[in-house]
């Protein structure tokens, strides 16, 4: 080998190994100067997707949380019991939007998560509860906090796992602050329906809950914006669901872990009640979720925040328009949705998931946490 060969080949050795680093890092390691707000409704789902965001985005990198959706008063309640569990104490809470089930849409579809109203039972004292019923409901506490988030931080990425009321109404004011937003990451969207034998998509639940914020939000494609529809989720996952058939290692790592972890005691007890007020609600659907009752979830908030710690989760995505119709509207199915392929909009829809990603990285995520509270304990 001559002389100048062999310094060469170092050269690229070392290069390609930089690069090699480089790649593997970018799959599950996030930069330390990011920042990162979470807007929820704490369903089950959510009470799963805030334990990886725990495990897996550093909380001196979360700028805060907030609620919203209904009687938001005592999810930020219920929401910092959560937190608090996770060690996520020093996080800032906040209060968004919210209104009693007749300020919504009245869409069939929704209505049986609309009208759930034994949210913390179990979980907050019977005391709590009846204060936090006569709570205001909605607050403009996280619409200030956004705003000045906005105004003093560059490069902030927004996790929507809830309607984007309060966000949107932050830059409706102040269009400006726009430009401070690096990336907004939604869970939203539609199902796929025939009417009249052709294919209509209708909205689903973030979207029906406050569908005008929903197609404002969906207008600003000159945004950075990461969507998880409804539609791809029941096409990846059975159902539409996790559950011990479909996601046995996650299911029995939460079983296993339990007994060690309060948060998850409490994610069998929230997901019970919401399980069994379903059935009581859509008999139909009884035969489907009584042999998963109170172990099951929705993949489709914890995907959200799998897809920000590990880029493999996404296998294919795809740039769009989308534009939701707010005239036409089906009253038992949703607003009609129009998703256009336009290579120069900054909104990118999600089309494939890698499901074995998707749940190696919760089932870790899991076992993190648990590693970090037994450490925590023992200090």
Same mark, same amino acid.
């Given at each position: 080998m001559s002389?100048?060969?062999?310094?060469?080949?170092?050269?690229m050795?070392?290069?390609?190994?930089?690069v090699?680093i480089?790649?593997?890092?970018?799959?599950?390691?996030?930069?330390k100067t990011e920042?990162?707000?979470?807007?929820?409704d704490?369903e089950?789902d959510d009470?799963?997707?805030?334990?990886?965001?725990?495990?897996r985005?550093?909380?001196?990198?979360?700028?805060?949380?907030?609620?919203?959706?209904?009687? #938001?008063?005592?999810?930020?309640?219920?929401?910092?019991?959560?937190? %608090?569990?996770?060690?996520?104490? %020093?996080?800032?809470?906040?209060?968004g939007s919210?209104?009693?089930?007749?300020?919504y *849409?009245?869409?069939?579809?929704s209505?049986?998560?609309?009208q759930?109203?034994?949210e913390?039972e179990?979980?907050?004292s019977?005391e709590?509860?009846?204060?936090?019923?006569?709570?205001d409901?909605?607050?403009?506490?996280?619409?200030?906090h956004?705003k000045?988030?906005?105004?003093e931080?560059?490069?902030?990425?927004i996790i929507?796992?809830?309607?984007?009321t309060?966000?949107?109404a932050?830059?409706?004011?102040?269009?400006s602050l726009?430009?401070?937003i690096? *990336?907004i990451?939604?869970?939203?969207?539609?199902?796929?329906?025939?009417? *009249?034998?052709?294919?209509?998509?209708r909205?689903?639940?973030?979207?029906?809950?406050?569908?005008?914020a929903?197609?404002?939000l969906?207008?600003m494609? %000159?945004?950075?914006m +990461?969507?998880?529809?409804?539609? +791809?989720?029941?096409?990846?996952?059975?159902?539409?669901?996790?559950?011990?058939?479909?996601?046995?290692a996650?299911?029995?790592c939460m079983?296993?872990?339990?007994?060690q972890?309060p948060?998850?005691?409490?994610?069998?007890i929230?997901?019970?009640?919401?399980?069994?007020?379903?059935?009581?609600?859509i008999?139909a659907?009884?035969?489907?979720?009584?042999?998963?009752k109170?172990k099951?979830?929705?993949?489709?908030?914890?995907?959200?925040i799998?897809?920000?710690?590990?880029?493999d989760l996404? #296998?294919?995505?795809?740039?769009?328009d989308?534009?939701?119709?707010?005239?036409?509207?089906?009253?038992?199915?949703?607003?009609r949705?129009?998703? +256009?392929?336009?290579?120069?909009?900054k909104?990118?829809?999600?089309?494939?998931?890698?499901?074995?990603?998707?749940?190696?990285?919760?089932?870790?995520?899991?076992?993190m946490?648990?590693?970090?509270?037994g450490?925590?304990?023992?200090?």
């Amino acid at each position: 080998m001559s002389k100048i060969f062999k310094p060469l080949l170092l050269t690229m050795l070392v290069v390609l190994a930089i690069v090699a680093i480089i790649a593997i890092a970018s799959k599950s390691i996030l930069r330390k100067t990011e920042k990162f707000i979470v807007i929820t409704d704490l369903e089950p789902d959510d009470r799963i997707a805030l334990h990886v965001l725990a495990a897996r985005i550093p909380k001196d990198q979360i700028l805060f949380v907030g609620t919203t959706v209904k009687n #938001a008063a005592r999810k930020k309640e219920l929401t910092r019991k959560l937190l %608090d569990q996770l060690q996520l104490q %020093d996080v800032p809470l906040y209060q968004g939007s919210g209104g009693s089930a007749a300020s919504y *849409h009245d869409i069939a579809s929704s209505r049986a998560a609309r009208q759930y109203s034994q949210e913390g039972e179990n979980l907050l004292s019977v005391e709590k509860l009846n204060e936090l019923e006569h709570a205001d409901y909605s607050s403009t506490e996280l619409q200030n906090h956004l705003k000045n988030a906005l105004e003093e931080n560059h490069d902030v990425q927004i996790i929507l796992l809830a309607p984007p009321t309060d966000l949107v109404a932050v830059l409706a004011e102040t269009p400006s602050l726009k430009k401070n937003i690096k *990336h907004i990451y939604i869970m939203g969207g539609w199902v796929e329906l025939q009417e *009249h034998e052709q294919t209509v998509l209708r909205t689903t639940y973030n979207w029906n809950m406050d569908p005008v914020a929903s197609a404002q939000l969906m207008k600003m494609n %000159d945004m950075p914006m +990461t969507l998880y529809s409804s539609h +791809t989720i029941k096409e990846s996952f059975s159902g539409g669901s996790c559950n011990i058939d479909n996601a046995t290692a996650v299911i029995n790592c939460m079983n296993e872990l339990q007994s060690q972890m309060p948060s998850l005691k409490d994610q069998t007890i929230a997901a019970l009640s919401w399980d069994e007020h379903i059935m009581a609600q859509i008999p139909a659907l009884k035969e489907v979720i009584e042999p998963y009752k109170g172990k099951q979830f929705t993949p489709a908030d914890p995907l959200v925040i799998i897809g920000i710690i590990n880029n493999d989760l996404i #296998a294919s995505e795809q740039a769009v328009d989308v534009k939701i119709d707010l005239t036409d509207l089906d009253a038992s199915k949703g607003f009609r949705v129009y998703v +256009t392929p336009n290579w120069a909009s900054k909104i990118r829809l999600v089309q494939e998931i890698n499901v074995d990603v998707f749940k190696k990285q919760l089932v870790e995520s899991l076992h993190m946490l648990n590693t970090a509270r037994g450490a925590s304990r023992n200090r």
